[in-house]
């Protein structure tokens, strides 16, 4: 036997021992139900969503997927649950955009939002829609722009409360167009939406699901979508960037997060199954039905994307002037 053979087999036999406990935990898992934390009350799509992805998981893990519902606190009490849990992947977060807003609005988290948590898997996007009321004269946003700097004081825009994906959707939209508009916050989004269907405001920023109702009954105007693609509902109306924002987007977005620390070898495996859940046709096409942009993609990506979002909300936060304590 040659030195260099001897070397060899030397080598791959302390790669064995460091390898071997990533390998067995890889295949031991899961080892007991998995629980997946939703910092949303039951009953809405983000809450739907996260319980079509756990049915289709128990399936092939071989373990239950509970749904544990978490609200409170813009989604904080949730991720802070998920963030003291054991990192052995039998613990996962419903993650959203407010991940990626928090650390700009909260003057402080019980966790640090960068290190707590490991990305898994961008599962999908929720658009917005750059919504006009009934009676405003505007069919594009070039017109909104232009009514607005026109007379500063003539609109006003509901949102959600402050702080919230609305509100800063419009003050991004405010940064990037150069106009001044008044903010009235209401107590969540369903009367932010009547308060625009009422004329009581002019101007809102609303997720596309339950807006195009509204908008295809004429009720409303949409004049674009705040994502980076048209939507396949409304594939007439533009996106900012074609409207004439090129650097504008808001978009909402929902995946799966894990606490840090949680062994790669699991992870990838989660990646890969929930990617095929969304690549499934009949999940694909009821959440494109619903106006969700199904995403997907690698572990790498996600990371890079809420790494990304979270330094486009901070701009939008300091200039909202909205801070909780």
């Given at each position: 036997?040659?030195?260099?053979?001897?070397?060899?087999?030397?080598?791959?036999?302390?790669?064995?021992?460091?390898?071997?406990?990533?390998?067995?935990?890889?295949?031991?898992?899961?080892?007991?139900?998995?629980?997946?934390?939703?910092?949303?009350?039951?009953?809405?799509?983000?809450?739907?969503?996260?319980?079509?992805?756990?049915?289709?998981?128990?399936?092939?893990?071989?373990?239950?997927?509970?749904?544990?519902?978490?609200?409170?606190?813009?989604?904080?009490?949730?991720?802070?649950?998920?963030?003291?849990?054991?990192?052995?992947?039998?613990?996962?977060?419903?993650?959203?955009?407010?991940?990626?807003?928090?650390?700009?609005?909260?003057?402080?988290?019980?966790?640090?939002?960068?290190?707590?948590?490991?990305?898994?898997?961008?599962?999908?996007?929720?658009?917005?829609?750059?919504?006009?009321?009934?009676?405003?004269?505007?069919?594009?946003?070039?017109?909104?722009?232009?009514?607005?700097?026109?007379?500063?004081?003539?609109?006003?825009?509901?949102?959600?409360?402050?702080?919230?994906?609305?509100?800063?959707?419009?003050?991004?939209?405010?940064?990037?167009?150069?106009?001044?508009?008044?903010?009235?916050?209401?107590?969540?989004?369903?009367?932010?939406?009547?308060?625009?269907?009422?004329?009581?405001?002019?101007?809102?920023?609303?997720?596309?699901?339950?807006?195009?109702?509204?908008?295809?009954?004429?009720?409303?105007?949409?004049?674009?979508?705040?994502?980076?693609?048209?939507?396949?509902?409304?594939?007439d109306v533009p996106t900012m960037a074609e409207a004439g924002l090129k650097d504008y987007v808001?978009?909402?977005?929902?995946?799966?997060?894990?606490p840090a620390g949680t062994p790669q070898a699991t992870i990838n495996r989660l990646n890969i199954?929930?990617?095929?859940?969304?690549?499934?046709?009949?999940?694909?096409?009821?959440?494109?039905?619903?106006?969700?942009?199904?995403?997907?993609?690698?572990?790498?990506?996600?990371?890079?994307?809420?790494?990304?979002?979270?330094?486009?909300?901070?701009?939008?936060?300091?200039?909202?002037?909205?801070?909780?304590?």
């Amino acid at each position: 036997m040659t030195s260099l053979l001897r070397k060899t087999i030397s080598l791959l036999g302390l790669l064995g021992l460091v390898f071997s406990p990533v390998l067995a935990q890889a295949q031991g898992y899961p080892s007991k139900p998995i629980r997946l934390v939703v910092p949303f009350p039951p009953g809405g799509s983000a809450d739907a969503l996260a319980r079509l992805v756990g049915t289709r998981l128990s399936a092939v893990l071989g373990q239950p997927v509970v749904v544990d519902n978490k609200p409170g606190a813009g989604g904080i009490v949730g991720a802070d649950a998920v963030a003291k849990a054991a990192a052995d992947g039998h613990t996962l977060l419903f993650a959203n955009t407010n991940i990626a807003i928090n650390p700009s609005l909260y003057k402080s988290l019980p966790y640090d939002t960068a290190s707590a948590f490991a990305p898994v898997i961008h599962m999908v996007n929720v658009p917005n829609l750059l919504l006009v009321a009934e009676g405003v004269k505007a069919s594009k946003v070039s017109e909104l722009v232009a009514l607005a700097k026109a007379d500063p004081k003539a609109l006003n825009y509901a949102s959600a409360g402050s702080g919230t994906f609305p509100h800063l959707a419009v003050e991004l939209f405010k940064l990037h167009a150069g106009v001044s508009i008044a903010h009235i916050p209401y107590k969540g989004a369903a009367p932010a939406l009547n308060a625009l269907l009422a004329r009581e405001v002019q101007v809102l920023s609303n997720d596309l699901v339950s807006a195009t109702q509204h908008v295809k009954a004429g009720k409303i105007r949409a004049l674009a979508i705040t994502g980076p693609t048209r939507s396949a509902v409304f594939p007439d109306v533009p996106t900012m960037a074609e409207a004439g924002l090129k650097d504008y987007v808001a978009v909402g977005w929902q995946g799966v997060m894990v606490p840090a620390g949680t062994p790669q070898a699991t992870i990838n495996r989660l990646n890969i199954e929930i990617n095929k859940v969304l690549a499934d046709p009949e999940v694909r096409s009821g959440l494109v039905a619903q106006g969700l942009e199904v995403i997907g993609g690698s572990v790498q990506q996600f990371g890079d994307f809420v790494r990304l979002d979270t330094q486009r909300w901070r701009p939008a936060v300091e200039a909202s002037g909205a801070k909780v304590d």
